[in-house]
């Protein structure tokens, strides 16, 4: 083993017992209700209700999570292929349920009526090559389309979607959207966080990038505020780093902070704290001093995805099956009031 790669491991232990010694006050979130024999990987949260898709097979859930405490499955829909994400949208009294049907090369999008608990399959739609990573907004879909770029679609007449925009990068990973813009981690091997304007759909262009540095891959994007949180595969194996960008100059992003963990993959924001999800944990970080993130509450769980929505986290968990934790110590601490699936990001997928 050559120097330099002593020293990257050296400072890699470093930086992984420095975080963990943060860890000493962890405890853990209450768990509030749970469902058990499903294992769910793809979770969206809307209006008192939970739909999810499995892991390793090709069917949608649809639970009433409108009491936490005990959450009841209404429903099962089998699907075309395996979904990498889901997203959901109200229109007037309907539901409407969009998923990547990634090998399939599909965007299937299911209308659902909560008074009748009925499930409608409106369209297959197949013009994307290997669709991934979902946002609605408005009358537009995002969509990641691997190996190609981002693409955006109108979805004003539902029935008709119509693709209108087209990002081209071959190298896009996963992205958020806030406000006019798109946030996207992009590399696999020297990444960055490129900011896309939107504000035109037919014609988007980038605006912003920061470059990250060299690392194995980016997990996941999420913005609050004027910051951009950004989890990425560190040298070592199993672990990851969470950089905070500080994106009020959208044309001049520059990281004001790290913190490292162990196998963590997706983020959601919670007013002044980050919930980061992976293979064994459940870990909430307070940015309430952007500059000095530190950890501060954890579940231990085998898991897939989480998301929040109001005062819950809710997780697919590989082995217990829905777990709802309860978030409101979060709250209690902060005075903050409840946000809704609409204002964050499966989970945030």
């Not at 690392?215 to 199993?238: Q, R, T």
Request: glycine letters at 8%; charged letters at 20%; one cysteine or more.
């Amino acid at each position: 083993m050559n120097f330099a790669k002593v020293l990257t491991l050296l400072i890699t232990v470093l930086l992984w017992a420095q975080s963990a010694g943060a860890d000493s006050g962890e405890q853990n979130l209450p768990l509030v209700g749970s469902y058990q024999g499903v294992c769910l990987y793809n979770i969206a949260v809307q209006d008192g209700y939970l739909f999810a898709t499995g892991r390793d097979d090709k069917t949608l859930y649809i639970f009433d999570v409108s009491n936490p405490a005990s959450p009841a499955l209404l429903a099962t829909e089998g699907l075309p292929g395996e979904a990498r994400d889901i997203q959901v949208s109200r229109k007037k009294t309907k539901l409407y349920i969009y998923l990547a049907i990634t090998r399939s090369g599909l965007l299937t999008i299911y209308e659902f009526n909560p008074e009748s608990v009925s499930l409608t399959n409106i369209l297959n739609y197949s013009q994307i090559d290997t669709p991934g990573d979902l946002s609605v907004r408005d009358s537009y879909i995002y969509v990641l389309d691997w190996g190609s770029g981002l693409r955006i679609i109108d979805i004003s007449d539902i029935s008709n979607p119509q693709e209108i925009g087209y990002y081209r990068d071959e190298q896009i990973g996963p992205f958020f959207i806030s406000g006019s813009y798109a946030f996207i981690g992009s590399g696999f091997v020297i990444a960055s966080l490129k900011i896309i304007d939107i504000s035109d759909p037919r014609n988007p262009s980038e605006v912003g990038c920061y470059e990250i540095g060299q690392m194995d891959g980016i997990h996941d994007v999420c913005v609050s505020d004027s910051y951009a949180f950004v989890l990425w595969d560190g040298p070592m194996l199993g672990d990851c780093c969470l950089s905070i960008i500080d994106v009020s100059d959208i044309l001049r992003p520059v990281q004001v902070s790290e913190l490292w963990f162990a196998y963590l993959y997706t983020l959601s924001t919670f007013d002044n704290y980050i919930l980061i999800f992976g293979d064994h944990d459940l870990q909430v970080v307070d940015i309430s001093d952007i500059a000095k993130p530190h950890k501060v509450r954890r579940y231990s769980v085998q898991g897939s995805h989480a998301v929040v929505s109001g005062y819950y986290a809710y997780v697919g968990s590989r082995h217990d099956g829905l777990l709802i934790l309860d978030c409101r110590e979060l709250c209690t601490a902060t005075n903050v009031q409840p946000i809704t699936w609409g204002q964050i990001k499966a989970l945030f997928r």
